[in-house]
């Protein structure tokens, strides 16, 4: 069964303090790992998508990497406006299922 | 606009009495689905449709009904709800499993 585990639960950040956030995973033939936003009350937001071990991908602050265990969102000189909840879901290849499963979550708060 | 809608935003009902959550899309999209998200548990998949007629269960479908006769529809249907279905409901869309997911803005449904 696919797994996804995140950590740290919350992280709470002065401005300018970089970080990352873990994202564990457990998959019977990865088809892609997706780091996606959500803000209270919104629905998700995608950020990115990775295929493949070595592979990264960068938007302003953030950056994604991914392994063949895990992925990390690196989050540099975060601002206020980066609160959110990240969430990381896989898509694996199980028994001809296309599920999608998403971990918990980490709640980033940044404070100014 | 590209956009996933869902109606309605907000949902008191009783138990027992059926109801029917819409959702939309106007991207044309093959793959669609439904989530509830809960407190502590995160996102969880309820039903997926990878085409017209054609749709799966997720990891929590108990309860649940789905319909694809449209690509751009996928009604979620509770035919008999009980209060444990009390939750943040969001349909999602893409082009496929592995590929980037749009999120409609969510239906909290609160059933007592």
């Known amino acids: 069964e696919d797994q996804v585990t995140q950590s740290p639960e919350a992280l709470r950040l002065q401005e300018g303090e970089s970080s990352s956030l873990n994202c564990s995973y457990t998959v019977s033939g990865l088809r892609g790992l997706f780091w996606y936003r959500q803000d209270p009350g919104k629905g998700p937001e995608f950020l990115f998508t990775l295929y493949s071990a070595g592979e990264e991908k960068e938007k302003e602050r953030l950056k994604a990497t991914l392994t063949k265990k895990e992925s990390f969102l690196h989050i540099t000189a975060p601002k206020p406006e980066d609160s959110a909840t990240y969430l990381c879901?896989?898509?694996?290849?199980?028994?001809?299922?296309?599920?999608?499963?998403f971990g918990k979550g980490t709640k980033l708060t940044v404070n100014p | 606009e590209a956009q996933v809608t869902q109606n309605p935003r907000y949902l008191i009902t009783v138990t027992g009495k059926k109801l029917t959550v819409t959702c939309s899309q106007n991207?044309?999209?093959?793959?669609m689905s439904w989530y509830r998200q809960d407190p502590g548990l995160g996102l969880r998949q309820i039903y997926y449709s990878m085409n017209v007629e054609v749709t799966d269960k997720g990891d929590v479908p108990e309860g649940y009904k789905v319909s694809r006769k449209e690509k751009r529809n996928f009604p979620l249907i509770l035919e008999s709800p009980s209060p444990n279905q009390t939750s943040l409901y969001f349909c999602?869309?893409?082009?496929?499993?592995?590929?980037?997911?749009?999120f409609g803005q969510g239906t909290r449904l609160t059933v007592v």
């Open positions: 991207m044309n999209h093959e793959y």
């Open positions: 879901a896989v898509a694996g290849r199980q028994g001809g299922s296309e599920k999608l499963v």
């Open positions: 999602a869309s893409s082009l496929g499993e592995n590929t980037e997911a749009f």
